[in-house]
Protein backbone atom coordinates (compact mmCIF):
# COMPACT_ATOMS: atom_id res chain seq x y z
CA UNK A 1 0.00 0.00 0.00
CA UNK A 2 0.84 3.17 -0.46
CA UNK A 3 -1.27 6.58 0.50
CA UNK A 4 -1.25 10.16 1.02
CA UNK A 5 -4.93 11.03 0.80
CA UNK A 6 -5.32 12.63 4.48
CA UNK A 7 -3.72 15.49 6.02
CA UNK A 8 -2.64 12.57 8.85
CA UNK A 9 -0.32 10.71 6.12
CA UNK A 10 2.74 9.33 7.77
CA UNK A 11 5.51 11.26 8.52
CA UNK A 12 3.64 14.13 5.97
CA UNK A 13 4.75 11.92 3.31
CA UNK A 14 2.47 8.87 3.12
CA UNK A 15 1.29 5.43 4.39
CA UNK A 16 3.31 2.44 3.43
CA UNK A 17 2.92 0.25 5.83
CA UNK A 18 -0.73 1.01 7.70
CA UNK A 19 -2.98 3.73 7.56
CA UNK A 20 -2.92 6.29 10.48
CA UNK A 21 -6.46 6.08 10.11
CA UNK A 22 -6.29 2.59 10.76
CA UNK A 23 -6.83 1.37 7.51
CA UNK A 24 -4.56 -1.96 6.71
CA UNK A 25 -2.92 -2.66 3.41
CA UNK A 26 -5.39 -4.97 2.07
CA UNK A 27 -8.55 -2.97 2.03
CA UNK A 28 -5.97 0.57 1.08
CA UNK A 29 -5.05 -1.76 -2.35
CA UNK A 30 -8.58 -2.71 -3.21
CA UNK A 31 -9.68 1.02 -2.81
CA UNK A 32 -6.99 2.09 -5.07
CA UNK A 33 -8.47 -0.97 -7.39
CA UNK A 34 -12.07 0.13 -6.82
CA UNK A 35 -11.14 3.64 -8.05
CA UNK A 36 -9.43 2.20 -10.96
CA UNK A 37 -12.78 0.45 -11.67
CA UNK A 38 -14.94 3.66 -11.59
CA UNK A 39 -12.38 4.91 -13.87
CA UNK A 40 -13.17 1.48 -15.88
CA UNK A 41 -16.67 2.15 -16.05
CA UNK A 42 -17.07 5.88 -16.73
CA UNK A 43 -14.98 5.00 -20.11
CA UNK A 44 -17.71 3.46 -21.37
CA UNK A 45 -20.06 5.71 -19.51
CA UNK A 46 -18.42 8.75 -21.27
CA UNK A 47 -18.66 7.57 -24.81
CA UNK A 48 -22.46 6.95 -24.30
CA UNK A 49 -22.77 10.09 -22.68
CA UNK A 50 -21.04 11.77 -25.80
CA UNK A 51 -23.89 10.51 -28.32
CA UNK A 52 -26.82 12.15 -25.70
CA UNK A 53 -27.36 9.24 -23.28
CA UNK A 54 -26.65 9.26 -19.33
CA UNK A 55 -26.37 5.85 -17.53
CA UNK A 56 -27.64 6.46 -13.95
CA UNK A 57 -26.82 3.32 -13.00
CA UNK A 58 -23.16 4.08 -13.83
CA UNK A 59 -23.14 7.84 -12.36
CA UNK A 60 -24.46 6.33 -9.11
CA UNK A 61 -22.30 3.56 -9.27
CA UNK A 62 -19.17 5.93 -9.23
CA UNK A 63 -20.22 8.27 -6.87
CA UNK A 64 -20.91 5.58 -4.26
CA UNK A 65 -17.56 3.75 -5.19
CA UNK A 66 -15.17 7.06 -4.75
CA UNK A 67 -17.43 8.05 -1.85
CA UNK A 68 -16.78 4.33 0.00
CA UNK A 69 -13.41 5.35 -0.36
CA UNK A 70 -13.16 9.03 1.21
CA UNK A 71 -10.73 8.07 4.49
CA UNK A 72 -12.96 7.11 7.43
CA UNK A 73 -15.76 5.32 5.49
CA UNK A 74 -14.88 1.56 5.23
CA UNK A 75 -12.25 -0.58 6.62
CA UNK A 76 -14.19 -3.74 5.41
CA UNK A 77 -11.95 -5.28 2.48
CA UNK A 78 -15.02 -7.65 1.72
CA UNK A 79 -17.39 -4.51 0.86
CA UNK A 80 -14.76 -3.13 -0.96
CA UNK A 81 -14.36 -6.49 -3.20
CA UNK A 82 -17.96 -6.78 -3.63
CA UNK A 83 -18.11 -3.19 -4.93
CA UNK A 84 -15.09 -3.57 -7.53
CA UNK A 85 -17.09 -6.84 -8.39
CA UNK A 86 -20.54 -5.24 -8.95
CA UNK A 87 -18.77 -2.77 -11.10
CA UNK A 88 -16.98 -5.03 -13.24
CA UNK A 89 -20.66 -6.34 -13.92
CA UNK A 90 -21.43 -2.69 -14.82
CA UNK A 91 -18.47 -1.98 -17.03
CA UNK A 92 -18.98 -5.20 -18.98
CA UNK A 93 -22.73 -4.34 -19.54
CA UNK A 94 -21.77 -0.85 -21.12
CA UNK A 95 -19.03 -2.06 -22.70
CA UNK A 96 -21.48 -4.08 -25.10
CA UNK A 97 -23.38 -0.68 -26.29
CA UNK A 98 -20.32 2.03 -25.63
CA UNK A 99 -18.24 1.29 -28.66
CA UNK A 100 -15.30 2.54 -26.88
CA UNK A 101 -12.04 0.52 -28.10
CA UNK A 102 -11.23 -1.93 -25.16
CA UNK A 103 -7.61 -1.21 -25.71
CA UNK A 104 -7.81 2.71 -25.49
CA UNK A 105 -7.06 3.20 -22.87
CA UNK A 106 -6.45 0.19 -21.33
CA UNK A 107 -8.53 0.89 -18.28
CA UNK A 108 -11.39 0.74 -20.12
CA UNK A 109 -10.96 -3.28 -19.91
CA UNK A 110 -8.58 -4.41 -17.39
CA UNK A 111 -9.13 -7.67 -15.51
CA UNK A 112 -7.90 -7.34 -12.22
CA UNK A 113 -9.73 -11.13 -11.77
CA UNK A 114 -12.59 -12.21 -9.61
CA UNK A 115 -10.41 -13.39 -6.27
CA UNK A 116 -9.48 -10.83 -3.41
CA UNK A 117 -5.89 -12.17 -3.66
CA UNK A 118 -5.77 -11.56 -7.49
CA UNK A 119 -7.43 -8.05 -7.04
CA UNK A 120 -4.37 -7.19 -5.08
CA UNK A 121 -2.61 -7.84 -7.06
CA UNK A 122 -3.25 -6.24 -9.58
CA UNK A 123 -4.13 -3.48 -7.57
CA UNK A 124 0.03 -2.76 -8.10
CA UNK A 125 -0.09 -1.51 -10.81
CA UNK A 126 -2.92 1.52 -10.13
CA UNK A 127 -1.45 2.74 -7.13
CA UNK A 128 -0.04 6.02 -5.95
CA UNK A 129 4.01 4.18 -6.10
CA UNK A 130 3.26 3.03 -9.74
CA UNK A 131 1.67 6.34 -11.22
CA UNK A 132 4.10 8.39 -10.05
CA UNK A 133 6.93 6.07 -11.26
CA UNK A 134 5.52 6.56 -14.43
CA UNK A 135 3.97 10.25 -14.33
CA UNK A 136 6.65 11.93 -11.93
CA UNK A 137 5.65 13.59 -8.95
CA UNK A 138 4.46 16.39 -10.40
CA UNK A 139 1.78 15.14 -12.73
CA UNK A 140 1.10 11.87 -10.25
CA UNK A 141 0.66 14.86 -7.65
CA UNK A 142 -2.36 16.64 -9.81
CA UNK A 143 -3.86 13.24 -11.04
CA UNK A 144 -4.71 12.16 -7.26
CA UNK A 145 -5.60 16.32 -6.30
CA UNK A 146 -8.13 15.59 -9.40
CA UNK A 147 -8.85 11.83 -7.64
CA UNK A 148 -9.36 13.04 -3.97
CA UNK A 149 -11.82 16.37 -5.32
CA UNK A 150 -13.90 13.76 -7.19
CA UNK A 151 -14.16 11.75 -4.32
CA UNK A 152 -15.39 14.71 -2.02
CA UNK A 153 -17.78 15.96 -4.42
CA UNK A 154 -19.20 11.99 -5.02
CA UNK A 155 -20.10 12.26 -1.05
CA UNK A 156 -21.85 15.20 -1.73
CA UNK A 157 -23.30 13.74 -4.80
CA UNK A 158 -24.43 10.66 -2.76
CA UNK A 159 -26.25 12.26 -0.27
CA UNK A 160 -28.48 14.55 -2.73
CA UNK A 161 -29.08 11.24 -4.21
CA UNK A 162 -30.21 10.08 -0.90
CA UNK A 163 -32.68 12.86 -1.13
CA UNK A 164 -34.04 12.50 -4.49
CA UNK A 165 -32.17 14.81 -6.11
CA UNK A 166 -29.01 13.98 -9.09
CA UNK A 167 -28.19 15.69 -11.74
CA UNK A 168 -27.26 14.46 -15.20
CA UNK A 169 -24.70 17.65 -15.72
CA UNK A 170 -22.80 15.76 -12.69
CA UNK A 171 -23.21 12.63 -13.70
CA UNK A 172 -21.86 13.46 -17.12
CA UNK A 173 -18.66 15.61 -14.93
CA UNK A 174 -17.82 12.18 -13.20
CA UNK A 175 -17.70 10.28 -16.71
CA UNK A 176 -15.52 13.02 -18.49
CA UNK A 177 -13.10 13.45 -15.62
CA UNK A 178 -12.09 10.07 -14.64
CA UNK A 179 -12.33 8.91 -18.43
CA UNK A 180 -9.84 11.83 -18.90
CA UNK A 181 -7.51 10.38 -16.04
CA UNK A 182 -7.80 6.69 -16.90
CA UNK A 183 -5.66 7.61 -20.20
CA UNK A 184 -2.99 8.34 -17.62
CA UNK A 185 -2.45 12.08 -19.16
CA UNK A 186 1.22 13.50 -18.60
CA UNK A 187 0.14 17.22 -20.16
CA UNK A 188 0.28 19.32 -16.81
CA UNK A 189 -2.09 21.80 -18.24
CA UNK A 190 -4.62 19.58 -18.98
CA UNK A 191 -3.97 18.06 -15.63
CA UNK A 192 -4.69 21.48 -13.70
CA UNK A 193 -7.27 22.08 -16.18
CA UNK A 194 -9.23 19.28 -15.20
CA UNK A 195 -8.49 19.70 -11.15
CA UNK A 196 -10.46 22.64 -11.72
CA UNK A 197 -12.99 21.42 -13.54
CA UNK A 198 -13.55 18.85 -10.59
CA UNK A 199 -13.90 22.28 -8.69
CA UNK A 200 -16.73 23.20 -10.99
CA UNK A 201 -18.27 19.90 -10.82
CA UNK A 202 -18.65 20.14 -6.91
CA UNK A 203 -19.62 23.51 -6.74
CA UNK A 204 -22.97 21.83 -8.99
CA UNK A 205 -23.08 19.05 -6.81
CA UNK A 206 -23.26 21.11 -3.34
CA UNK A 207 -25.44 23.55 -4.96
CA UNK A 208 -27.87 19.92 -5.62
CA UNK A 209 -27.26 18.77 -2.14
CA UNK A 210 -28.45 22.40 -0.99
CA UNK A 211 -31.48 22.35 -2.71
CA UNK A 212 -32.24 18.54 -1.07
CA UNK A 213 -31.74 19.55 2.28
CA UNK A 214 -33.31 22.64 2.08
CA UNK A 215 -36.51 21.49 -0.12
CA UNK A 216 -36.79 18.35 2.19
CA UNK A 217 -36.09 20.01 5.65
CA UNK A 218 -36.11 23.75 5.22
CA UNK A 219 -33.63 26.10 5.48
CA UNK A 220 -31.42 26.47 8.84
CA UNK A 221 -32.78 28.61 11.19
CA UNK A 222 -30.29 30.25 14.14
CA UNK A 223 -31.34 27.29 16.82
CA UNK A 224 -29.52 27.31 20.05
CA UNK A 225 -28.39 23.30 20.62
CA UNK A 226 -27.98 22.10 23.92
CA UNK A 227 -24.18 20.30 24.34
CA UNK A 228 -24.71 18.85 27.86
CA UNK A 229 -26.78 15.91 28.39
CA UNK A 230 -30.45 15.50 29.63
CA UNK A 231 -31.33 11.97 31.68
CA UNK A 232 -32.65 9.08 29.97
CA UNK A 233 -32.08 6.64 26.85
CA UNK A 234 -29.58 7.63 24.57
CA UNK A 235 -28.74 7.46 20.73
CA UNK A 236 -26.01 9.14 19.22
CA UNK A 237 -26.09 9.16 15.33
CA UNK A 238 -22.61 11.07 13.99
CA UNK A 239 -21.27 11.58 10.66
CA UNK A 240 -23.37 13.47 7.61
CA UNK A 241 -26.41 12.38 6.71
CA UNK A 242 -29.96 14.51 7.59
CA UNK A 243 -32.31 11.54 5.94
CA UNK A 244 -30.37 8.91 8.42
CA UNK A 245 -31.29 11.66 11.26
CA UNK A 246 -34.76 11.87 9.98
CA UNK A 247 -35.41 8.27 9.75
CA UNK A 248 -34.22 7.50 13.24
CA UNK A 249 -35.63 10.34 14.78
CA UNK A 250 -39.12 9.10 13.23
CA UNK A 251 -38.22 5.24 14.35
CA UNK A 252 -37.75 6.70 17.73
CA UNK A 253 -41.21 8.41 17.95
CA UNK A 254 -42.48 8.13 20.95
CA UNK A 255 -40.26 5.10 22.58
CA UNK A 256 -38.80 7.30 25.39
CA UNK A 257 -35.21 7.97 23.55
CA UNK A 258 -33.62 11.03 23.01
CA UNK A 259 -31.34 11.65 20.02
CA UNK A 260 -27.79 13.26 20.02
CA UNK A 261 -25.84 14.58 17.00
CA UNK A 262 -21.84 14.45 17.29
CA UNK A 263 -19.60 15.91 15.16
CA UNK A 264 -20.51 17.02 11.70
CA UNK A 265 -24.06 16.74 12.40
CA UNK A 266 -24.61 19.78 14.90
CA UNK A 267 -25.97 21.75 12.42
CA UNK A 268 -29.02 19.61 11.38
CA UNK A 269 -30.23 21.10 14.59
CA UNK A 270 -31.35 24.35 12.55
CA UNK A 271 -33.51 22.86 10.36
CA UNK A 272 -37.18 23.39 11.00
CA UNK A 273 -37.62 19.55 9.80
CA UNK A 274 -35.37 18.05 12.27
CA UNK A 275 -35.63 20.33 15.35
CA UNK A 276 -39.09 19.76 15.27
CA UNK A 277 -38.58 16.79 17.31
CA UNK A 278 -39.06 17.35 20.43
CA UNK A 279 -36.82 14.35 21.05
CA UNK A 280 -33.78 15.54 18.87
CA UNK A 281 -32.08 16.77 22.65
CA UNK A 282 -29.09 18.46 21.82
CA UNK A 283 -25.51 17.57 20.67
CA UNK A 284 -22.51 15.60 22.33
CA UNK A 285 -18.88 15.77 22.42
CA UNK A 286 -16.43 17.58 20.11
CA UNK A 287 -15.15 16.77 16.44
CA UNK A 288 -14.29 13.44 15.24
CA UNK A 289 -10.78 12.71 16.27
CA UNK A 290 -12.34 12.57 19.98
CA UNK A 291 -14.59 9.66 19.81
CA UNK A 292 -12.21 7.00 20.97
CA UNK A 293 -12.07 9.08 23.93
CA UNK A 294 -15.37 9.88 24.48
CA UNK A 295 -17.70 7.13 23.22
CA UNK A 296 -17.07 5.18 26.26
CA UNK A 297 -18.71 7.50 28.38
CA UNK A 298 -21.73 7.84 25.98
CA UNK A 299 -24.25 5.45 27.48
CA UNK A 300 -26.00 4.15 24.27
CA UNK A 301 -25.51 3.05 20.92
CA UNK A 302 -23.88 5.37 18.55
CA UNK A 303 -24.69 5.48 14.55
CA UNK A 304 -22.12 6.07 12.31
CA UNK A 305 -24.02 7.42 8.86
CA UNK A 306 -20.79 8.42 7.14
CA UNK A 307 -17.03 9.66 7.79
CA UNK A 308 -15.29 9.95 10.19
CA UNK A 309 -15.10 6.32 11.93
CA UNK A 310 -11.97 5.49 13.39
CA UNK A 311 -11.09 2.22 14.73
CA UNK A 312 -13.80 1.31 17.67
CA UNK A 313 -12.50 0.70 21.47
CA UNK A 314 -13.23 -2.35 23.06
CA UNK A 315 -15.20 -0.60 25.45
CA UNK A 316 -17.51 0.60 23.33
CA UNK A 317 -17.57 -1.25 20.09
CA UNK A 318 -20.39 -3.84 20.99
CA UNK A 319 -22.68 -0.06 21.08
CA UNK A 320 -21.39 0.69 17.66
CA UNK A 321 -23.62 0.28 14.25
CA UNK A 322 -22.59 1.38 10.77
CA UNK A 323 -25.02 2.68 8.04
CA UNK A 324 -24.89 3.54 4.46
CA UNK A 325 -21.39 2.73 2.91
CA UNK A 326 -20.00 2.57 6.23
CA UNK A 327 -18.04 -0.48 7.18
CA UNK A 328 -15.71 -2.05 9.91
CA UNK A 329 -14.73 -6.02 10.05
CA UNK A 330 -16.88 -7.26 13.23
CA UNK A 331 -19.07 -4.24 13.69
CA UNK A 332 -22.75 -4.49 13.38
CA UNK A 333 -24.20 -2.70 10.17
CA UNK A 334 -27.91 -1.81 9.85
CA UNK A 335 -29.61 -0.99 6.74
CA UNK A 336 -30.59 2.84 5.95
CA UNK A 337 -33.86 3.19 7.35
CA UNK A 338 -33.66 0.04 9.20
CA UNK A 339 -33.29 0.76 12.71
CA UNK A 340 -34.38 -1.89 15.03
CA UNK A 341 -31.38 -3.33 16.23
CA UNK A 342 -30.12 0.21 17.34
CA UNK A 343 -33.33 0.96 19.16
CA UNK A 344 -33.05 -2.41 21.32
CA UNK A 345 -29.53 -1.25 22.14
CA UNK A 346 -30.40 1.94 23.21
CA UNK A 347 -33.45 0.48 25.79
CA UNK A 348 -31.07 -2.32 27.10
CA UNK A 349 -28.74 0.17 27.39
CA UNK A 350 -28.38 2.24 31.20
CA UNK A 351 -28.89 5.78 29.38
CA UNK A 352 -27.72 9.24 31.05
CA UNK A 353 -28.62 8.84 34.79
CA UNK A 354 -29.90 12.86 35.07
CA UNK A 355 -29.77 16.11 33.20
CA UNK A 356 -26.51 17.82 33.27
CA UNK A 357 -25.76 21.55 33.65
CA UNK A 358 -27.57 22.98 31.03
CA UNK A 359 -25.14 24.88 27.76
CA UNK A 360 -26.18 25.74 24.75
CA UNK A 361 -24.21 27.27 21.70
CA UNK A 362 -25.70 28.63 18.36
CA UNK A 363 -26.13 27.33 15.14
CA UNK A 364 -28.37 27.84 11.81
CA UNK A 365 -26.64 30.38 10.03
CA UNK A 366 -27.05 29.19 6.44
CA UNK A 367 -27.51 31.79 3.70
CA UNK A 368 -30.78 32.51 4.15
CA UNK A 369 -30.52 33.67 7.86
CA UNK A 370 -27.26 35.72 7.31
CA UNK A 371 -28.73 37.06 3.65
CA UNK A 372 -31.91 37.62 5.78
CA UNK A 373 -29.90 40.77 7.71
CA UNK A 374 -27.65 41.22 4.93
CA UNK A 375 -29.09 45.40 5.42
CA UNK A 376 -27.55 45.14 9.02
CA UNK A 377 -24.60 43.85 7.66
CA UNK A 378 -23.98 45.97 5.29
CA UNK A 379 -24.48 48.81 7.03
CA UNK A 380 -21.89 47.30 9.94
CA UNK A 381 -19.60 47.60 7.40
CA UNK A 382 -19.85 50.75 5.83
CA UNK A 383 -19.73 52.36 9.62
CA UNK A 384 -16.98 50.31 10.30
CA UNK A 385 -18.84 48.53 13.08
CA UNK A 386 -17.70 45.43 11.69
CA UNK A 387 -13.95 45.76 9.74
CA UNK A 388 -13.58 42.44 8.44
CA UNK A 389 -14.75 39.02 8.26
CA UNK A 390 -12.97 36.03 8.74
CA UNK A 391 -13.92 32.69 7.48
CA UNK A 392 -12.70 30.32 9.68
CA UNK A 393 -13.33 26.56 7.99
CA UNK A 394 -12.95 22.79 7.09
CA UNK A 395 -11.53 19.30 8.48
CA UNK A 396 -10.73 19.29 12.55
CA UNK A 397 -7.98 16.42 13.15
CA UNK A 398 -5.81 15.14 15.94
CA UNK A 399 -2.41 16.25 14.04
CA UNK A 400 -0.55 19.05 15.67
CA UNK A 401 -0.76 22.56 14.85
CA UNK A 402 -4.32 22.89 15.00
CA UNK A 403 -4.51 25.09 17.91
CA UNK A 404 -3.93 27.49 15.35
CA UNK A 405 -7.43 28.14 14.62
CA UNK A 406 -8.45 28.28 18.11
CA UNK A 407 -5.71 31.19 18.40
CA UNK A 408 -6.90 32.95 15.30
CA UNK A 409 -10.19 33.36 17.06
CA UNK A 410 -9.83 33.98 20.26
CA UNK A 411 -7.45 36.80 19.20
CA UNK A 412 -9.30 38.23 15.95
CA UNK A 413 -10.74 41.61 17.09
CA UNK A 414 -13.50 42.77 18.08
CA UNK A 415 -14.51 44.59 15.40
CA UNK A 416 -14.72 41.50 13.60
CA UNK A 417 -17.22 38.66 12.79
CA UNK A 418 -16.32 34.86 11.97
CA UNK A 419 -17.79 32.59 9.82
CA UNK A 420 -17.25 28.78 10.31
CA UNK A 421 -18.59 25.45 9.04
CA UNK A 422 -17.31 22.22 9.36
CA UNK A 423 -16.41 20.56 12.27
CA UNK A 424 -12.69 22.37 12.48
CA UNK A 425 -15.28 24.96 14.42
CA UNK A 426 -15.27 22.81 17.58
CA UNK A 427 -11.67 24.65 18.44
CA UNK A 428 -13.21 27.26 19.16
CA UNK A 429 -17.23 27.17 18.85
CA UNK A 430 -17.54 27.08 22.74
CA UNK A 431 -16.05 30.18 23.23
CA UNK A 432 -17.85 33.44 24.04
CA UNK A 433 -17.20 35.86 21.30
CA UNK A 434 -20.38 38.34 21.86
CA UNK A 435 -22.45 40.60 19.03
CA UNK A 436 -21.26 43.74 16.80
CA UNK A 437 -24.64 45.70 16.96
CA UNK A 438 -26.84 42.49 17.55
CA UNK A 439 -24.73 40.55 14.96
CA UNK A 440 -23.41 37.27 16.85
CA UNK A 441 -19.70 37.51 15.87
CA UNK A 442 -19.51 33.95 15.80
CA UNK A 443 -21.57 32.60 12.89
CA UNK A 444 -22.10 28.79 12.04
CA UNK A 445 -23.23 28.03 8.41
CA UNK A 446 -23.03 24.25 9.00
CA UNK A 447 -21.40 21.40 7.59
CA UNK A 448 -18.23 21.21 5.24
CA UNK A 449 -20.89 21.09 2.63
CA UNK A 450 -22.53 24.06 3.55
CA UNK A 451 -19.27 26.32 1.73
CA UNK A 452 -21.99 26.74 -0.98
CA UNK A 453 -23.86 28.79 1.13
CA UNK A 454 -20.77 30.65 2.29
CA UNK A 455 -20.30 31.35 -1.65
CA UNK A 456 -23.86 32.92 -1.72
CA UNK A 457 -23.16 35.08 0.59
CA UNK A 458 -19.89 36.18 -0.33
CA UNK A 459 -21.15 36.89 -4.01
CA UNK A 460 -24.13 38.56 -2.52
CA UNK A 461 -21.92 40.92 -0.27
CA UNK A 462 -19.81 41.61 -3.21
CA UNK A 463 -22.74 42.27 -5.52
CA UNK A 464 -23.99 44.90 -2.44
CA UNK A 465 -20.92 46.67 -1.99
CA UNK A 466 -20.14 46.86 -6.46
CA UNK A 467 -16.61 44.38 -5.92
CA UNK A 468 -15.69 40.82 -6.61
CA UNK A 469 -15.15 38.53 -3.75
CA UNK A 470 -11.21 39.04 -4.20
CA UNK A 471 -12.04 42.91 -3.33
CA UNK A 472 -14.22 42.19 0.07
CA UNK A 473 -13.18 42.91 3.43
CA UNK A 474 -12.55 38.85 3.75
CA UNK A 475 -10.16 35.89 4.89
CA UNK A 476 -10.08 32.65 4.08
CA UNK A 477 -8.42 30.34 6.41
CA UNK A 478 -9.13 26.67 6.11
CA UNK A 479 -8.45 23.62 7.79
CA UNK A 480 -8.39 20.59 5.70
CA UNK A 481 -8.21 16.42 6.33
CA UNK A 482 -9.86 14.82 4.19
CA UNK A 483 -10.53 14.47 0.44
CA UNK A 484 -14.02 17.02 1.29
CA UNK A 485 -12.30 19.44 2.07
CA UNK A 486 -9.96 18.83 -0.94
CA UNK A 487 -12.99 19.52 -3.36
CA UNK A 488 -14.56 22.41 -1.92
CA UNK A 489 -10.66 24.14 -2.49
CA UNK A 490 -10.61 22.92 -6.03
CA UNK A 491 -13.59 24.98 -5.54
CA UNK A 492 -13.05 27.98 -4.34
CA UNK A 493 -10.06 27.97 -7.04
CA UNK A 494 -12.18 27.40 -10.21
CA UNK A 495 -14.45 30.59 -8.41
CA UNK A 496 -11.30 32.84 -9.11
CA UNK A 497 -10.67 33.49 -5.16
CA UNK A 498 -7.17 34.23 -4.32
CA UNK A 499 -5.26 34.58 -1.28
CA UNK A 500 -6.96 31.53 0.58
CA UNK A 501 -4.36 30.60 4.06
CA UNK A 502 -4.03 26.59 3.67
CA UNK A 503 -2.96 24.40 7.05
CA UNK A 504 -2.09 23.10 9.34
CA UNK A 505 0.20 21.57 6.65
CA UNK A 506 0.66 21.37 3.27
CA UNK A 507 -1.32 18.00 1.06
CA UNK A 508 1.62 15.56 0.51
CA UNK A 509 0.46 15.35 -2.93
CA UNK A 510 0.93 18.95 -3.93
CA UNK A 511 4.84 19.14 -5.05
CA UNK A 512 6.95 22.25 -5.18
CA UNK A 513 6.31 22.83 -8.62
CA UNK A 514 2.60 22.57 -8.08
CA UNK A 515 2.27 24.84 -4.85
CA UNK A 516 4.88 27.41 -7.31
CA UNK A 517 1.92 27.45 -9.34
CA UNK A 518 -1.08 27.22 -7.08
CA UNK A 519 0.94 30.08 -5.35
CA UNK A 520 1.44 31.77 -8.63
CA UNK A 521 -1.98 31.93 -9.87
CA UNK A 522 -4.16 32.24 -6.82
CA UNK A 523 -1.62 33.46 -4.11
CA UNK A 524 -2.95 30.37 -1.48
CA UNK A 525 0.10 29.92 1.07
CA UNK A 526 0.56 27.75 4.17
CA UNK A 527 -0.75 29.45 7.39
CA UNK A 528 1.92 31.34 9.63
CA UNK A 529 1.19 32.39 13.08
CA UNK A 530 -2.48 33.36 14.20
CA UNK A 531 -0.68 37.03 14.79
CA UNK A 532 0.99 36.97 11.69
CA UNK A 533 -2.14 36.15 9.79
CA UNK A 534 -4.15 38.13 11.49
CA UNK A 535 -2.25 41.10 10.82
CA UNK A 536 -1.99 40.51 6.96
CA UNK A 537 -5.49 40.09 6.71
CA UNK A 538 -6.51 43.30 8.70
CA UNK A 539 -3.81 45.25 6.71
Wanted: charged share 20%; glycine share 10%; with cysteine.
Amino acid sequence: MFCYQCEQTAFGTGCAKSGVCGKNPETADLQDLLVQTAMSVACHAARLSSAGKIDREAGRFIIRALFTTVTNVNFNPETVTQWITRGLALRDRLAETSGCDGAKPAAAAFDPGATQEEMRRAAAACGIEARRKALGDDRAGVFHMIVYGLKGAAAYADHALRLGEEDDAVYRGFFEILAFLAAEPDDMDALLANALRAGELNLRAMEILDAANTGTYGHPVPTNVRVTPVGGKAILVTGHDLKDLHDILVATEGKGINIYTHGEMLPCHGYPGLKKFPHLAGNYGGAWQEQQKEFGDFPGPVLFTTNCLMPPKPEYRDRVFTTGLVSFPGVRHVENGKFGPVIEAALAAPGFAGDAPEKCITVGFGRNAVLGVADKVIAAVKSGAIRHFHLIGGCDGAKPGRNYYTEFAEKAPGDTVILTLACGKYRFNKLEFGDIGGIPRLLDIGQCNDSYSAVRIAVALAEAFDTDVNSLPLSIILSWYEQKAVCVLLTLLALGIKNIKLGPSLPAFVSPTVLDALVNNFNIAPIATADEDIKAALG
